[in-house]
């Protein structure tokens, strides 16, 4: 296996920001925890032990290695360009892939075919292998069905062998999943789900927008639309620097809470609101893990909400304590990269116990503005129009009280905005399916607390 150089090893901090005061009898205690990894770089050479940098070294595996899977069902030839930008969407993303980086492309239909490099491995990556890959591509021509699962399992056989800690995909589809059933596709993400990340990207209006974002969900990735195939390049570049930018791989968010506490649930609320409630796992008596995927430099927040037994005025405890661990990979003990403490001050106060910590009050709202997008939406499709008005109308207002500028934007395509402040807004007759596909898509993307 290889193993992780400390010196080298982004350095993680949390910082806990919560209000710990509870009024007598309270017992809901909410916290925002920001965990930041800075100082990794690119090169690689963390995730390598120490010496050169693999990337200097011709023919060296370096610590990633990536599967791209392509869509070349039948339904990629309409219009005939979309499958010429898929082509050259993969070839921008090989042309950014690091020297030494393992990386094999696979072509998707209702079966999964090893494009390149062919051999049942991984290629890695140099000018001459680049080359390779791009010749390999022009082949690559649309016909057959879509059974995205066969890919997945196919990327993950690709990527065990390589043994390297940064494992990871990139899947583009432009339609449904029609050709294997939804529990099929739920197998191989289960399967998946801790062996590797993965981005996933759906192209043109075709695609179901849970599907898509189900698969990033549940492998700790991105999901986008391209509505556009002519933008698929840049986002598959993007895609891709962001794949090279990671250093440290299975970074787990580890929960320990003192006899009597209840977690009441555990989600990232930003760059993106994803649930992790139902993915713990147990290490320890009061302890669990839950998957955080791969860190470059980068910061996300966390909202962490448990519930403390009752207690005294003037009594105080340690409600949770947040680590941030590293598992060995030979099986040893973890590494712990930083931790936070939460806690819980009971006091007779009003004036402490009613305020609400200003990163709690603003992600509690970035959650609630996702989730009512989706509500509204869903009432759209069916039929829905006061239902639909009402959510979406509370969509707008809590956009815009966050300072979510994005999410309005998009918004404003899907309702006509009388009143931001009070919600009050009027469906439009007509929608463009790329602008609902976007709203949809896109509605976990959250902004931090404006300073």
């Known amino acids: 296996m290889a193993n992780f150089s400390k010196s080298n090893v982004p350095q993680f901090s949390v910082d806990v920001y919560q209000n710990e005061y509870l009024p007598e009898g309270g017992r809901e205690v909410n916290a925002i925890v920001t965990v930041t990894s800075t100082g990794g770089g690119t090169s690689g050479a963390s995730l390598t032990g120490a010496g050169a940098s693999p990337s200097s070294i011709p023919g060296q595996v370096s610590g990633a290695a990536v599967v791209i899977m392509v869509d070349c069902s039948g339904s990629m ?13 993969t070839a921008a993303a090989i042309s950014t892939l690091r020297d030494g980086t393992a990386f094999a492309i696979i072509g998707g239909t209702h079966i999964a075919k090893e494009v390149y490099p062919g051999n049942g491995g991984l290629a890695i990556a140099g000018d001459a292998t680049r080359g390779h890959a791009k010749d390999a591509l022009r082949k690559l021509s649309a016909g057959g069905g879509t059974a995205i699962g066969t890919w997945l399992r196919l990327a993950d056989r690709l990527l065990a062998s390589a043994d390297v800690p940064i494992r990871h995909g990139i899947l583009l589809t432009d339609g449904r999943n029609e050709h294997e059933s939804p529990e099929d596709l739920r197998a191989a993400l289960d399967a998946a789900a801790g062996r590797f990340t993965c981005d996933a990207r759906g192209v043109g209006t075709d695609w179901e927008v849970k599907e898509v974002t189900g698969i990033a969900s549940a492998l700790l990735g991105t999901a986008d639309i391209v509505a556009d195939p002519s933008h698929l390049a840049a986002d598959f570049t993007q895609m ?46 009061r302890a669990g893990d839950y998957p955080t995927g791969s860190w470059g430099d980068e910061s996300r927040d966390y909202h962490v909400c448990v519930a403390v037994p009752e207690a005294g005025i003037g009594q105080e405890m340690l409600a949770a304590r947040v680590s941030l661990v590293l598992p060995d990979p030979l099986g040893g003990t973890p590494q712990t990269l930083s931790q936070g403490l939460v806690r819980a001050v009971w006091t007779d106060d009003m004036a ?10 603003h992600y509690t709202g970035q959650a609630e503005l996702a989730q009512v997008i989706q509500q509204g939406l869903d009432a759209r ?24 500028a994005d999410t309005a934007k ?4 899907v309702v006509d905005v009388v ?5 009050t807004v009027r469906l439009k007759a007509k929608v463009a399916e790329a602008d609902e596909m976007t709203l949809e898509t896109r509605s976990t993307k959250t902004v931090r607390v404006k300073k």
């Open 77 to 89: 030839d309409y219009p005939p360009t979309k499958m010429r930008n898929a082509r050259d969407a």
């Open 240 to 285: 891709m620097e962001n794949a090279m930018g990671k250093e440290v791989a299975d970074v787990a968010l580890r929960l320990w809470t003192p006899v009597g506490v209840e977690i009441r649930f555990v989600k990232q609320v930003a760059p993106t609101v994803e649930e992790l409630t139902l993915r713990r796992t147990e290490v320890g008596p």
């Open 352 to 361: 402490a116990s009613t305020s609400i910590n200003p990163q709690v009050a």
């Open 381 to 404: 499709k069916s039929g829905d129009a006061d239902g639909a008005t009402a959510k979406l109308g509370r969509a707008v207002q809590l956009a815009a009280a966050s300072g979510n």
């Open 410 to 413: 998009l918004l404003s395509k």
């Open 419 to 423: 009143d931001e402040a009070t919600g």
